[in-house]
């Protein structure tokens, strides 16, 4: 053993020194070892100019840590953007803070499934067709007007709705109805289609600028505005002040996209390189910018508030109808206890 011992330290040695010679330019940064006793110290600890290596694992360190803080950072983001449409149960104050599977494809005010499916179908053709109809009038700009992102968003709301609906309809033992991330994508496209169909029709109507008054106009800025009020009053989805961020995104995203049109130097209806008139970063760049910021951080949160005070209203005439129905012996039959549950769950429901 001794003797393989020392063949192996004299092979080692002669191979760190081939090693060393074919390093032309190692000659300063490298010492060979003088015998092949300092073999094994010289492999582990060669005598190694490494003070580059520091700052190397400095600057290493220093870009992990800003890519940590980053990494944290999107965490926290998505975290809070995720956390109002958690759907796990929490029994904070002896509350309920997530909505029923039911609020999603039923109504509170009937325990007949059939015409609450009936109404999101119809809801779902008659926008989608005015969506249609719509975007061969605006020619190719139809994307860039906001009042077509809040219908198409409008649109979209009541199609998967129905979809949902229709999915929960149609159950079977062999399917569980829709999923809980769709019905996490749901409530979230209701409520971005609530506050922002609300502030389009409000901000078009009451602008001092002049707006044209026909039938598209209508039924775009009126009639949209008449349907998420029912839809409010009639649905079981709860409105909550902390899904305030939903509305607000959309409507930021629309200011990155009327930022980005700008900078791309693409023209707008008229030719001009601006969206709307009152919007021009070029001419007006201080009423553009307050315009922007204050629609989407002070006007939509505003809308987004009256929606949960019809969502409060809703709680109210249900506790009303729930009343009536329990002091009449003779209707007392006509209130299935389907309807009883949603009511009560409705009722636990916070803002």
């Not at 909505?99 to 053709?125: E, G, H, L, M």
Request: charged fraction near 20%; glycine fraction near 6%.
């Amino acid at each position: 053993n001794k003797a393989r011992r020392q063949r192996t330290c004299v092979q080692l040695h002669d191979c760190h020194r081939r090693c060393f010679s074919s390093i032309r330019q190692g000659s300063q940064t490298f010492a060979a070892p003088s015998s092949p006793t300092d073999v094994v110290t010289s492999l582990r600890f060669p005598s190694l100019d490494i003070s580059y290596l520091h700052e190397l694992g400095t600057m290493t360190s220093s870009r992990r840590i800003g890519y940590d803080g980053v990494k944290r950072g999107l965490q926290k983001v998505i975290s809070y953007l995720i956390k109002p449409c958690a759907m796990k149960e929490s029994s904070v104050d002896g509350r309920r803070e997530v909505p029923d599977r039911t609020a999603f494809t039923r109504t509170p005010w009937s325990a007949n499934q059939k015409k609450f499916v009936t109404y999101r179908v119809v809801c779902a053709i008659f926008t989608l067709s005015i969506l249609i109809w719509s975007v061969p009038t605006d020619s190719n700009r139809w994307i860039t007007f906001y009042s077509n992102w809040m219908y198409a968003t409008l649109t979209l709301h009541y199609c998967y709705s129905a979809a949902v609906c229709l999915q929960e309809y149609r159950r079977t033992g062999r399917h569980d109805g829709p999923s809980e991330r769709t019905l996490r994508i749901g409530w979230m496209i209701y409520d971005m289609a609530m506050a922002t169909s609300l502030l389009v029709s409000a901000e078009y109507w009451l602008s001092p600028w002049p707006v044209t008054i026909g039938l598209r106009s209508i039924l775009r800025h009126a009639l949209n505005s008449v349907m998420v009020v029912i839809d409010v009053l009639v649905c079981g989805l709860p409105s909550r002040l902390d899904r305030i961020v939903y509305p607000v995104l959309h409507g930021f995203s629309y200011d990155v996209f009327v930022v980005i049109y700008w900078l791309g130097g693409f023209r707008g209806y008229d030719g001009k390189q601006y969206i709307y008139s009152f919007m021009d970063l070029n001419t007006v760049p201080l009423q553009a910018t307050v315009i922007m910021i204050g629609n989407t951080f002070l006007v939509m949160p505003v809308f987004h508030i009256f929606v949960c005070v019809l969502y409060r209203t809703r709680l109210k005439m249900l506790k009303g109808y729930k009343n009536k129905n329990d002091s009449d012996p003779v209707k007392e039959t006509s209130l299935q206890p389907l309807d009883k549950d949603m009511v009560n769950n409705n009722e636990n429901f916070t803002i």
